[in-house]
């Protein structure tokens, strides 16, 4: 399952390339390419930290609030109000400040449970305001040719189903190891989700052309 996630991912990163390419693509959608190849460095810097036993720890703890900030910033792009995408910014300043006092003084050498989960709320939170935003609008959306959409909804359904799978990572150590190669392939699972989702994003607005069999 591990393998399939990584493919997953190259391939997501891969259809990411696409918007170069599209005309009319929003300007937030063309960071993503640059921050699916950091996502990849981080997937094979892992796998070389495990081989030397090493702790990914201070890895993870980095990226994941790289991670949390960037999605913060893709969703604020997607908003309108004006109120709200300041108070998004706002946070995207302090979040990095509260897990930085975490990692110091309390979660100190292992991974950032507890911001982490703050950080997945705080997705969802600006997920849930996006749709609601959506769908109080006066105007029409083709949803399915809206790359915000596919974006939030693979945020929203993401971030909400592991909140309480990495909110206890820590303490999961000592359950039965089946237990815990199941926890581990329903993350994988999320993990598909996720980038098959953000692969509609890059590549739904492309127009394919009909051909014409008729002799």
């Known amino acids: 399952m591990e393998v399939t996630?990584?493919?997953?991912?190259?391939?997501?990163?891969?259809?990411s390339l696409a918007l170069f390419w599209q005309a009319s693509v929003p300007k937030y959608l063309k960071a993503f390419p640059f921050f699916l190849l950091i996502t990849l460095g981080v997937e094979f810097a892992n796998k070389l930290f495990v081989k030397t036993d090493h702790s990914a720890a201070l890895l993870y703890n980095t990226f994941t609030t790289f991670e949390i900030i960037f999605y913060l910033y893709i969703i604020r792009c997607c908003i309108y109000n004006l109120r709200i995408k300041t108070?998004?910014?706002w946070i995207m300043v302090i979040y990095p400040v509260l897990v930085i006092i975490n990692s110091a003084f309390f979660q100190v050498k292992t991974f950032h449970t507890s911001t982490y989960s703050f950080g997945c709320l705080l997705v969802v939170g600006a997920c849930i305001y996006y749709f609601l935003e959506l769908f109080q609008s006066t105007y029409s959306v083709n949803l399915a040719r809206e790359p915000a959409f596919w974006v939030c909804s693979g945020l929203l359904f993401f971030y909400t189903c592991t909140f309480p799978l990495m909110g206890l990572w820590n303490h999961l150590h000592g359950l039965p190891s089946i237990?815990?190669?199941?926890?581990?392939a329903v993350l994988q699972i999320l993990n598909v989700l996720l980038y098959s989702l953000f692969s509609i994003a890059f590549l739904c607005r492309i127009r394919f052309r009909k051909v014409n069999t008729a002799l």
Do not use: G, H, W
């Open 87 to 89: 108070i998004i910014l």
């Open 5 to 15: 996630s990584l493919i997953i991912e190259i391939i997501c990163f891969l259809a």
């Open 179 to 184: 237990i815990l190669r199941n926890l581990f």
